[in-house]
């Protein structure tokens, strides 16, 4: 991997914040993506990403079992796949540098929905088209840059989740998800032996943060929480944007 020791103080950190957006903070997860790009090449981050995420999945499905509202999920994952696999051939013909606006655009113009649509009191969107174009998203981008966090939230705040079920939900998706990419990650060699190793190796990285975001969400009122991953979501997705 050829880390040096600021890259290793990196990477580790990463695993932490991983584990809290597992359990805990969701926005949180979007913020690592950058960082990891800054201690080695923007693709190859993206497979050492993988293989961390993974490992945080097992952890959250495991602990919120109980929690997701599969539903949701249920909804989701056809056109979420069907993002992964446009995601798989999109990322022959663009770069990451030129997808992370495209992110953000996205990310903001659904926030600012979802903002629009509280203040005027709009009741659960049940249109077919909402699930079918959120998943779609979340598939594309999570599949180009480890980024569907931020579709995830703007989706679960419009369904009005519990902070509980909020999570849960978010965990069992991603478990699934995260398992689904890992074979067109292998074939554009981004997942390998050596994403596995570094996965393995920020195991009590990602179990120390998993620890905090249990914690912290088990102090946070729902509303605090709302805001919390809003604010999260936005600045991860200005960070995309710049």
């Excluded at 929690?67 to 013909?93: E, Q």
């Excluded at 113009?109 to 659960?124: D, F, K, S, T, Y």
């Excluded at 190793?197 to 943060?209: A, E, R, S, V």
Aim: contains cysteine.
């Amino acid at each position: 991997m050829g880390l040096d020791l600021y890259g290793w103080v990196v990477v580790a950190l990463c695993a932490v914040m991983v584990g809290i957006s597992k359990t805990g903070l969701p926005g949180m997860g979007i913020l690592f993506v950058p960082l990891m790009a800054m201690v080695m090449p923007a693709k190859q981050s993206t497979g050492m990403v993988l293989g961390i995420l993974v490992l945080g999945d097992v952890f959250a499905a495991s602990y919120y079992h109980k929690a997701a509202i599969w539903r949701h999920i249920i909804r989701l994952i056809p056109a979420t796949l069907v993002g992964i696999v446009a995601g798989y051939f999109v990322m022959k013909v663009i770069s990451d540098a030129q997808l992370k606006p495209i992110i953000g655009v996205i990310v903001v113009a659904m926030l600012a929905v979802n903002w629009w649509r509280n203040r005027r009191g709009e009741h659960i969107p049940t249109q077919w088209w909402f699930a079918e174009v959120m998943g779609f998203l979340a598939g594309l981008t999570t599949m180009m840059a480890n980024a569907a966090g931020p579709m995830m939230i703007v989706y679960l705040l419009a369904m009005r989740l519990p902070k509980v079920e909020f999570v849960g939900t978010s965990a069992w998706f991603f478990f699934i998800v995260n398992w689904l990419k890992v074979p067109f990650s292998m074939h554009l060699g981004l997942v390998n032996v050596e994403s596995i190793k570094l996965g393995f190796i920020m195991l009590p990285f990602i179990i120390l943060g998993a620890v905090l975001g249990i914690v912290a969400l088990k102090k946070m009122p729902q509303k605090v929480f709302e805001i919390t991953i809003q604010v999260l979501a936005l600045a991860a997705a200005i960070k995309l944007l710049i």
